[in-house]
């Protein structure tokens, strides 16, 4: 079975533009959740999807947002990007239940650069 | 060789000693804890997860005690390997189904 894949595997961008990151999970999951990952901050939930609706968010500005689609693929997208956004960022498929109630499965992430 | 979490984010032990990873949690009423390990390139990767009502549960060389009265989760990997060497990770759920992350230690296997 294959793992969660995270395209695209790095990403440069500049102050101001967007970007859309995909994430598709295991065969069978329904839950998605996306976090960000700094060497400062650690891991920092971003929101989790669960049958294309948003379940759960974090404390993260509008500018980053999120959807899931039918066959549970997401995409995260960061809009009018900043310095501070530079980051790994992590997504993880779980079978239903979510964060804080099963394991999680990462995928390797997209290392994202503002420049 | 024993850590103390956010106090020593590095670890060093020997291959074949038995390594301890600490962990100090927040919140009294968290009801799940996980353990997750990071090698360098990849994302978390799934250890081993307790439950609040148990205080050890154990997986294959790994182990993990919680220390409920003192807000403390530690891992214990035996006869550490080489291919233990990573950053490992704690969270926490605290009931709002986000996990709340430890900020990780690294452990390092000497040959």
């Known amino acids: 079975k294959a793992g969660v894949t995270q395209t695209p595997r790095y990403l440069i961008k500049t102050r101001g533009q967007q970007v859309t990151l995909s994430c598709s999970p295991i065969s069978g999951h329904r839950s998605v959740s996306w976090y960000q990952q700094t060497p400062g901050q650690g891991l920092q939930f971003l929101f989790e999807?669960?049958?294309?609706?948003?379940?759960n968010k974090g404390n993260f500005p509008g500018r980053f947002s999120g959807r899931q689609f039918s066959n549970s693929r997401s995409e995260m997208n960061v809009s009018t990007l900043e310095l501070g956004d530079s980051a790994l960022y992590l997504c993880?498929?779980?079978?239903?239940?979510?964060?804080?109630?099963?394991?999680?499965?990462f995928g390797s992430g997209t290392q994202l650069s503002v420049l | 060789g024993e850590s103390v979490g956010l106090h020593l984010p590095t670890l060093s032990v020997q291959e074949g000693d038995n390594s301890i990873i600490n962990c100090a949690y927040s919140?009294?009423?968290?009801?799940?804890f996980i353990w997750y390990k990071q090698e360098s390139g990849k994302g978390p990767q799934f250890i081993i997860d307790?439950?609040?009502n148990m205080d050890k549960r154990q997986g294959q060389r790994v182990t993990v005690l919680l220390n409920k009265t003192v807000k403390h989760l530690s891992l214990q990997i035996a006869a550490t390997q080489p291919g233990d060497s990573a950053v490992y990770f704690c969270?926490?759920?605290?009931?709002?189904?986000?996990?709340?992350w430890g900020l990780g230690t690294s452990l390092a296997v000497n040959p």
């Open positions: 307790i439950r609040s």
């Open positions: 993880a498929s779980s079978l239903a239940m979510g964060p804080g109630n099963e394991k999680l499965f």
């Open positions: 919140n009294s009423a968290s009801d799940y």
């Open positions: 999807y669960f049958s294309e609706t948003q379940r």
């Open positions: 969270a926490e759920n605290t009931g709002n189904r986000k996990l709340i």
